[in-house]
Structures are given as structure tokens and as C-alpha cells.
């Protein structure tokens, strides 16, 4: 039972830990004016994908490289299917931005980029490379054409901003190493593959600030930082967190699983894009999302 107690405790630790830096960190967005878009895309996605990437880079040391692509994929269709479904059930999401035309498109990218390098099961350090500078890509492209649109007025730099910055980024870093530790000790007693933890144990609790913000932010009619933050946070998922620990080494997993995994997280990208051409999604859209994690998550166990 120890190793259950741990997980909870390092993944509450993991959370808070991120959302120390997030909260830090977005308060040095406002500090440069950035935009409303811009700090859901970028800032709040990095800060909501750090356990994501941390928990993937320890894993990375560990030699559990398919926990670390399980990840990856189960926080993504899991920020598509389950975060935005529960958000969805519970406040209409509307958009004023077209972001059909201006940030789907690179997340198809960065969907089909994940795609490609895992069509043999392993990405390499040269793939891994091509995905890093992939999303350099796709932060230049948001900030370019999002540069110009709902500026905010400076603030001045809060001292303790950083404080808390560097406070989360020490807890982000022990917390993981004890959330991996005792993942693989519960992967051992319950006799389940890696790829079962990573997608199911580990992404959902990574993907738990995710929910958080959506909710919070669709509840005060931040619904273009909420958009930005799981756009973001799937494009940093695919390109930063698998790019990054590629250079640790290689990356791999078994075919059985990529070939259920990868096409889910293909297809509800699509879903996606079809269900905001409207530029909103509704209560039933949500319920259906809800519906597809569901079966998605059958059908992987």
C-alpha cells in the first residue's frame, strides 16, 4: 500500500509544484504584455505539461521508454476526450478566434509529426531533433499571428514570482522521481506493462492541471486561454516532451499498443477540429467526448 500513498502524495506534489510555476509564470507574461492567446498557448501549456515532461524524463533514466510514449499519447487524447468533455458538460465552451483556420492546422502538425516518427515504434535523437525544432516552428507562428490581439497592459514584476518559480521547478523535480519510483512499483505488483501505467495511471493524473484551468478558465469566459492551453499543451506533449527525452535516449514501444493509441489520438484531433468550426462546443459534444475516452480506454486495457 506504501507504493499508492506515494504516487498520490508525489503526484499532488507534482501538481502544486506546476502550478507554482505556471501561476509565476504567467505573471511574467503579463509583465510583457503578451496576449491572451499567447499565455494559454505557451505559458500555461509549458506550466501545465511539466509533469508530463518531468514524469517522462525520469522515466527516460529509468529505462522506461514505452511509459514515456504512453504518456504522451494518453495525455493527449485525455486534454482532448476527457478535458475538454467534462469542461464541455458542464459550461457551452465559445471562442471568438478562428482557430480552425490559425492553431488546429499546427496541431494536426505536431499530430502527424508523432505519427510519423513512430510509424517503426521508436523515435530516434535525429527524430527527436525534428521535433524539437518543429515546435520552435509552431511558437513563432502563434506569436506572430496572435502578436497584435488583446495586448494587456504591463504589470510590474512581483519579487516573489520568482521565488515561487524556482520553488515549483525543485518540487517538479523530486516529485517526479518518487511518481516514477513508485509507478514501476505498482506496474510490478499488479503485474501490468508499462504502457497500461503511462497511458492510464500517469497521463491522467498529468493531465489533471489541464482540467483544472479548463474549468476554471471556462468558468470565468476565459474560453480562448482555455482553447490555447489544450492546443498548446498537445503540441508540447508531442513535440517538446518525446523530442526532449529522445536525446536521453531511444524511444520505443510495442506495436499493439501504438496501433490502438495512436490512431485514437489521430482521429479525436479531427473530432476536434469538426466540432469547433462553429467556433463552440456544446453539451452534447462534451457528453460525446466524454463517451469516445471511455471506450478508447476499454478498448487500450
Given amino acids: 500500500m506504501l507504493e499508492y500513498l506515494t504516487f498520490a502524495l508525489s503526484l499532488a506534489a507534482l501538481l502544486y509544484s506546476a502550478k507554482l ?6 505573471h511574467f507574461a ?4 503578451a496576449s ?7 505559458v500555461v501549456a509549458l506550466g501545465t505539461s511539466l509533469p508530463e515532461l518531468s514524469s517522462s524524463i525520469v522515466a527516460m533514466r529509468a529505462g522506461l521508454t514505452e511509459i514515456v510514449i504512453a504518456n504522451v499519447l494518453g495525455s493527449n487524447i485525455a486534454n482532448i476526450a476527457m478535458v475538454l468533455g467534462i469542461t464541455a ?9 478562428n482557430i480552425l483556420k490559425k492553431d488546429i492546422p499546427f496541431l494536426f502538425i505536431s499530430a502527424l509529426a508523432t505519427a510519423i516518427v513512430l510509424i517503426d515504434f521508436k523515435i530516434t535523437l535525429i527524430e527527436g531533433i525534428m521535433l524539437l525544432a518543429t515546435y520552435i516552428a509552431y511558437l513563432v507562428y502563434s506569436i506572430k499571428i496572435h502578436k497584435d490581439h488583446d495586448r494587456h497592459k504591463k504589470a510590474k514584476l512581483k519579487p516573489s514570482s520568482i521565488l515561487l518559480f524556482f520553488t515549483g521547478l525543485a518540487g517538479i523535480i523530486y516529485a517526479a522521481k518518487y511518481l516514477i519510483t513508485s509507478s514501476t512499483l505498482i506496474m510490478s505488483s499488479l503485474g501490468i506493462s508499462q504502457a497500461i501505467i503511462g497511458f492510464i495511471l500517469i497521463a491522467i493524473g498529468t493531465s489533471l492541471p489541464e482540467l483544472a484551468t479548463s474549468i476554471v478558465a471556462a468558468r470565468k469566459g476565459k474560453t480562448d486561454l482555455m482553447i490555447g492551453d489544450i492546443i498548446g499543451s498537445n503540441t508540447f506533449n508531442s513535440l517538446v516532451v518525446l523530442g526532449a ?27 476536434l477540429a469538426y466540432i469547433v468550426y462553429d467556433k463552440k462546443i456544446t453539451k452534447l459534444e462534451g457528453a ?10 476499454a478498448v487500450i486495457l
Fill in 30 to 33: 503579463k509583465v510583457l504584455g
Fill in 245 to 271: 527525452s529522445s536525446t536521453i535516449g531511444p524511444l520505443s514501444a510495442t506495436p499493439n499498443f501504438i496501433t490502438t493509441a495512436l490512431p485514437s489520438m489521430l482521429l479525436l484531433t479531427v473530432f
Fill in 36 to 42: 491572451e492567446f499567447i499565455v494559454g498557448a505557451t
Fill in 89 to 97: 458538460v458542464f459550461y457551452t465552451i465559445k471562442t471568438r478566434r
Fill in 288 to 297: 460525446t467526448l466524454l463517451t469516445l475516452y471511455i471506450i478508447i480506454l
Fill in 21 to 26: 510555476i505556471t501561476d509565476s509564470a504567467i
